[in-house]
T-cell receptor
């Protein structure tokens, strides 16, 4: 299906475990983003990627790792999950072209992660 | 640094108009956006306004932009129960630490529509 998908939609894990959240988009958008959404904080950018093999930190990158070997995929890994990483995670993509409408972001449905 | 600010809650009666306000940070932001998030879902682009416009109307939605005060508002006419959601304003600062393409979001306004 066309669009942006995330998997899993729900995940429960334990402190210290490694978890990978997947994000896949079919538009060949150059930019991809990972956000976390928490009550009282809104959306906070974790990492973003401008193209394959190019990634950069956002506002809250600590404890997370990303990679982008293919344009369409942007997995987010929690190397050693902590309770503070319990959140809803959203992936987004954007065609971004400076100053043009295409720089709007399209969001996936989210992954609800609980760390026990 | 400065935040994109929104009030957290708004409650209206069905059929009334809703006005959601936002104060953004960068007067050179090219586009300003309103996103809608329904329960259990991701954000969806609702509407946007280009920075050289003062107003944009799209069916029941009216966006007003005051660049001098860096104030953005979203008016929903004839609000329906299906409009109940969280509404986020977002900007694209000209220079956000060099990370072009990023959006800066407000914390969201939860709109509750009562029958």
């Amino acid at each position: 299906d066309a669009g942006i998908t995330q998997s899993p939609r729900y995940k429960i894990t334990e402190t210290g475990r490694q978890v990978t959240l997947m994000c896949h988009q079919t538009w060949s958008h150059s930019y991809m983003f990972w956000y976390r959404q928490d009550l009282g904080h809104g959306l906070r950018l974790i990492y973003y990627s401008a193209a394959a093999d190019i990634t950069d930190k956002g506002e809250v990158p600590d404890g997370y790792v990303v990679s982008r070997s293919k344009t369409e995929n942007f997995p987010l890994t929690l190397e050693s999950a902590t309770r503070s990483q319990t959140s809803v995670y959203f992936c987004a993509s954007s065609a971004f072209s400076s100053g043009i409408l295409e720089d709007t972001q399209y969001f996936g449905p989210g992954t609800r992660l609980t760390v026990l | 640094g400065e935040d994109v600010e929104q009030s957290l809650f708004l409650s209206v009666r069905e059929g009334d108009s809703s006005v959601i306000n936002c104060t953004y940070t960068d007067s050179s932001s090219t586009y300003l956006y309103w996103y809608k998030q329904e329960p259990g879902a991701g954000l969806q682009l609702l509407t946007y306004i280009f920075s050289n416009m003062d107003m944009k109307q799209d069916q029941r939605l009216t966006v007003l932009l005051n660049k001098k005060d860096k104030h953005l508002s979203l008016r929903i006419a004839d609000t329906q129960t299906g409009d109940s959601a969280i509404y986020f304003c977002a900007e694209t600062p000209a220079d956000y630490g060099g990370s072009q393409g990023n959006l800066i979001f407000g914390k969201g306004t939860k709109l509750s529509v009562k029958p």
